[in-house]
């Protein structure tokens, strides 16, 4: 279990599934199934992060950072960013959509591990993270609202606000199931 950061700073407690905190060892720690605990989970102050000039993903589409904005401030930040120490603050290895999104919504504070490892490491991590990444498809996307409609007897506008997408866009998916 994880804790989400919403933005008045309250927790709210997560599950996490595997992710890149299964690729990275800590020192003397014992790998849990790829479990991120509380206590490896810091709260740092967004300020304190910068972005990676030199990471693999080099454009952002702002309506997808809006959508993303709105979703952490109805849900919270479900997922760390992982950073590593520069200086007195902090560079961001994973995750700069959810920091970028994170400051739209207004946190102060975002969920975050820390890990030390050399610039060559932190951007093969970043690579990894970004590779790794399978978004649903159009119908999988489709279908998942449409469960969250028939079976938990949510609107449209619902499912929009609980996800973080505009109404049309949720709409529009749904067409794709009457095809």
Do not use: H
Request: aromatic share 4%; no cysteine.
């Amino acid at each position: 279990m994880q804790m989400a950061i919403l933005p008045g700073g309250e927790k709210q407690k997560r599950a996490l599934g595997r992710g890149l905190s299964a690729l990275i060892p800590q020192a003397g720690a014992v790998p849990v199934q790829g479990e991120i605990s509380d206590r490896n989970v810091l709260r740092l102050p967004i300020e304190a992060i910068s972005r990676d000039t030199a990471q693999p993903r080099k454009s952002f589409d702002e309506a997808k950072l809006r959508e993303l904005a709105d979703s952490i401030r109805t849900q919270g930040l479900i997922q760390p960013v992982l950073v590593r120490k520069n200086g007195q603050g902090y560079k961001l290895i994973a995750g700069e959509r959810r920091w970028r999104a994170a400051q739209l919504a207004g946190l102060r504070e975002i969920p975050a591990l820390v890990r030390e490892v050399s610039e060559g490491q932190a951007f093969e991590l970043a690579l990894v993270e970004n590779l790794q990444r399978a978004d649903l498809n159009p119908i999988e996307e489709a279908e998942g609202y449409q469960r969250l409609i028939s079976e938990f007897r949510l609107t449209q506008e619902q499912v929009s606000q609980k996800v973080g997408r505009d109404r049309s866009s949720v709409a529009n998916a749904l067409r794709l199931l009457a095809l």
